[in-house]
């Protein structure tokens, strides 16, 4: 049997291997495809594209973007993207400004606390053009504020964190929108972490399923089993495609290996192989 690996980040954002090594690494694991998913950019894609023609891995385009709603973000996974990215590009560009200013106000905040950071030192982490709050962690365990980066989370930069403050984002319309009419597959990422009530994600499918959506992505590291089995019900009673992927972040994400997750995930290649025969149907590039 087969194996693949569709939702991880490289350097690009918040991930720790260049694009190149990433997928090295994934020929390496013996996986037969890798998509490249990095938040809010294609500044990746061209890397990695190149190092799968040479370790003979099928890598596919991808990107992950944030989308906002009534239940906190919902993220939205885009595959196969083409090379010329089109409006994509402008839209990216803005996300990453508006991370910007975000970042400076997570700064200014940490400084009003005490903290001694500098932006600077967080760019210095940060390899790519999408920079985060994984970058912020990473400083502050450098500098000995915290001893991990969850606690990075759990201190300061998450929800309920001291210097927490929220992310502009997309409507998930906008997100979808914008991926579909590029020709993209568009994927649901990580369903079951979105804390909201199964009726609204149901009816929030549905309406989105309007604009484009193709995809439910069932298989993640840190989907249960019975998240697992919810989603792909929830794709069949849709007319949905499954897609599936570890999530990896390398060093940012202690524990999650490229295929495997925690090391009980598996994505069958016929997972890939359906998304394909959908993409034919609609007539689209594989
Ligand atoms: P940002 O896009 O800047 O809002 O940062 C989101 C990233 O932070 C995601 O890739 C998450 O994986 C990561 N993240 C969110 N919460 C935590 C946490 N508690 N511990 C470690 N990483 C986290
Ligand atoms: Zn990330
Ligand atoms: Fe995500
Ligand atoms: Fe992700």
Known sequence: MEFIDLHTHTLASDGTDAPAGLVRK???????????????????????????????????????????????????????????????????????TQRTDRNLIIIRKLVELGVDI??????????????GRPHVARVLMDKGYVASLRE????????????????????????????SGLGATVSLAHPRLIRCPDAWLEDTVSALKSYGLSAIEAYHSEHSGADERFCVDLAVRHGLALSGGSDYHGAAKPGIDLGTGHGGLRVPAFVLEELKRQRREHGLPV
């Open 26 to 96: 994934a020929a390496a694991a013996g996986l037969k495809a890798v998509a490249v998913t990095d938040h809010d950019t294609v500044g990746g894609l061209e890397e990695a594209t190149e190092e799968g023609d040479r370790s003979g891995i099928e890598v596919i385009r991808g990107c992950e973007i944030s989308a906002r709603s009534e239940f906190g973000e919902m993220h939205i996974l885009g595959l196969w993207l083409p090379e010329d990215p089109g409006p994509l590009a402008r839209v990216l560009e803005e996300l990453r």
């Open 118 to 131: 500098a932006y600077e030192e967080v760019l210095a982490v940060a390899g790519g053009e999408t920079v």
């Open 152 to 179: 990075a989370f759990e201190r300061y930069l998450g929800y309920k964190g001291l210097a927490y403050e929220p992310k502009k984002t997309l409507s998930p319309v906008k997100a979808v929108t914008l991926l």
